[in-house]
């Protein structure tokens, strides 16, 4: 397993932006897929967005879609979730993970992060 630390999370209007981090403490992160998903009070844990190790594919839930984009620095085991006009329904812990192919299954995952708040206000 792979240590991951998300940042960046915080609270934004609706309409804002931000961009969270995840850096992984591994040396092997390039060898991943990473992903991010989120938890919503009372909500279960949901897929958001996961890129393969050499950038090659991406996928995205169809909520965030045209609205998020994850990128990755493989040189800086940095994983990255640029998020655009943002809606109240964003609101969650958003985490990232690690996983050995890309899914949109929380299973595949095995590797987490402790996780970061994202609020957006209407």
């Known amino acids: 397993q792979v240590q991951l630390q998300e940042s960046g999370g915080g609270l934004v209007q609706a309409g804002g932006s931000l961009r969270l981090s995840c850096v992984a403490s591994?040396?092997?992160?390039?060898?991943?897929?990473m992903g991010w998903h989120r938890q919503a009070p009372g909500k279960e844990r949901e897929f958001v967005a996961a890129?393969?190790?050499?950038?090659?594919?991406?996928i995205y839930a169809d909520s965030v879609k045209g609205r998020f984009t994850i990128s990755r620095d493989n040189a800086k085991n940095t994983v990255y979730l640029e998020m655009n006009n943002l809606k109240p329904e964003d609101t969650a812990v958003y985490y990232c993970?690690?996983?050995?192919?890309?899914?949109?299954?929380?299973?595949?995952?095995?590797?987490w992060g402790q996780g970061t708040q994202v609020t957006v206000s209407s």
């Open positions: 890129i393969s190790w050499n950038r090659g594919r991406t």
């Open positions: 993970a690690a996983a050995q192919y890309l899914t949109v299954l929380r299973s595949a995952y095995d590797s």
């Open positions: 591994d040396r092997t992160f390039s060898r991943y897929v």
